[in-house]
């Protein structure tokens, strides 16, 4: 989806940047991933945000737990759409960094209104996946500023208005929360529809979140 965004200009509770002389070491532990919605290699973009991260540019919601969940939906209808690069924080000392150094490369997704058919969301806890599931019936699942941040994303896409290539900065059809930091890549829309979505997501927030016919419990296989 197509969140946080750390990436988001100045969101509260940002934990402190890091001084810019530390960010060499950082990045070096920053592990590539590739972004193709970005075009652009992964390692480029994860040395461009943490210069930005560093210099305060990049805002962070939350720290992380560092543990991907799995979202899918039959199909995810969106008006106004955003989507940008940036870059999340586990807490200090998380026993979920591994060589990462604590840090993420996501894409991050913004929806101003979205509805999504037969949500499923998953986590790994070890031996055991704890399941959520909403909008089996007649009603669906209603988001208001939908925000995720994925590292993977893949499904049967169209879009209405697309713009691409454009500097996150100056993002405005997603509002407020849709606008990222000044020089990175990203891409706007005025619609946005997916069939078969499935995302692995690290972080996901929204302003409403609606779940008609919840169901929570776990199983062996996850999404």
Do not use: W
């Amino acid at each position: 989806m197509t969140s946080s965004a750390e990436h988001t200009p100045e969101r509260p509770d940002s934990p402190v940047a890091p001084d810019v002389a530390d960010v060499p070491a950082r990045r070096g532990r920053v592990r590539a991933r590739r972004a193709a919605v970005m075009a652009v290699p992964a390692t480029l973009v994860a040395a461009g945000l943490a210069v930005l991260t560093a210099e305060g540019a990049l805002g962070v919601q939350f720290a992380i737990s560092g543990m991907p969940f799995t979202v899918t939906a039959t199909e995810l209808k969106g008006n106004g759409f955003a989507q940008f690069g940036g870059l999340d924080e586990m807490a200090e000392g998380s026993p979920n960094a591994g060589e990462t150094g604590g840090q993420v490369l996501v894409v991050t997704s913004v929806i101003k209104d979205a509805t999504l058919t037969k949500l499923c969301q998953s986590v790994d806890l070890g031996g055991t996946n704890l399941i959520i599931r909403a909008g089996e019936g007649a009603k669906k699942v209603r988001a208001t500023d939908l925000t995720t941040d994925s590292t993977q994303l893949s499904g049967d896409a169209a879009f209405t208005n697309i713009e691409i290539g454009n500097d996150a900065s100056k993002l405005n059809k997603a509002g407020d929360l849709g606008r990222g930091p000044i020089g990175v890549f990203s891409q706007q829309s005025d619609t946005v529809r997916i069939a078969n979505l499935r995302q692995t997501n690290y972080a996901t927030t929204a302003g409403v979140f609606k779940l008609p016919g919840l169901k929570l419990g776990f199983s062996e296989s996850g999404c």
